[in-house]
């Protein structure tokens, strides 16, 4: 399913240079925010749930996403490398698949690990909390390192898109307007941790049944719209 090769020198590329040092800097960031939180208001379920909910998983996890999912491919394409990958005898979703991996390994270490430690930091895993916004966070993590990929593919200005969508749409828009609620991954990821907390801890604005499928075509449906782009580019250079 997956090159060895390719997700190694993927990883090399994510976790070298100022990528490495901005996927910390996040973790980093919200742990010692968390830290000096409790330590000022103690230990509060609803500064939790804000901290968790808005700092955490609004805005770190889809920045970490955006961070590794256009950073795994999209400077190979935009620097021409990316010709000496698709010239090796291997198919192209093979190198989306390696490649969505490695992404989705950095969105666990930087963005669903340090949701947990901030949890159990502000709240302990009283009702189960932290659990549900770890879950929450991994699950998001995934579907965005799809189609952050995706968005890498596709476009050469990947990064400014992907900042748009992670900071004005799921932050701004959203949270706050209902329509465009059901278009958020942030609001897909918190139905389901709604469903692992105690009852009242998380609210979403998009029920399981729906949330759950969304997830599932949003991370499948990006790799494959990836694979398939691959293969077009592929074609396209070869004329």
């Known amino acids: 399913m997956m090159n060895v090769t390719v997700a190694r020198l993927t990883a090399r590329g994510l976790l070298g240079r100022r990528r490495g040092l901005l996927l910390l800097a996040l973790p980093v960031l919200l742990l010692a925010l968390s830290a000096l939180i409790r ?9 939790a749930a804000n901290i968790l909910g808005g700092l955490a998983l609004g805005t770190m996890v889809p920045l970490v996403g955006l961070v590794a999912g256009t950073g795994a491919i999209g400077p190979e394409i935009d620097d021409g490398s990316i010709i000496y990958l698709l010239s090796k005898p291997q198919p192209r979703w093979k190198i989306i698949t390696s490649k969505l991996v490695v992404a989705i390994g950095c969105s666990i270490v930087f963005a669903a690990l340090p949701t947990y430690f901030a949890g159990l930091i502000l709240f302990g895993t009283f009702e189960n909390l932290t659990l549900g916004f770890t879950i929450a966070a991994l699950i998001a993590g995934i579907a965005y390192s799809a189609l952050f990929l ?19 749409w799921e932050t701004v828009v959203g949270q706050y307007v209902p329509g465009a609620q059901t278009l958020s991954v942030h609001q897909w990821a918190l139905s389901i941790g709604e469903k692992i907390a105690s ?41």
């Open 150 to 168: 995706l968005l890498g593919v596709v476009s050469r200005h990947a990064v400014v898109w992907g900042l748009m969508y992670a900071l004005l």
């Open 199 to 239: 009852p009242g801890v998380i609210s979403s604005s998009v029920h399981l049944p729906t949330a759950v499928p969304l997830l599932i075509v949003a991370t499948l449906g990006g790799a494959w719209l990836a694979s398939s782009r691959l293969t077009r580019l592929t074609l396209a250079g070869e004329e």
């Open 39 to 47: 330590g000022i208001a103690g230990q509060d379920e609803s500064t």
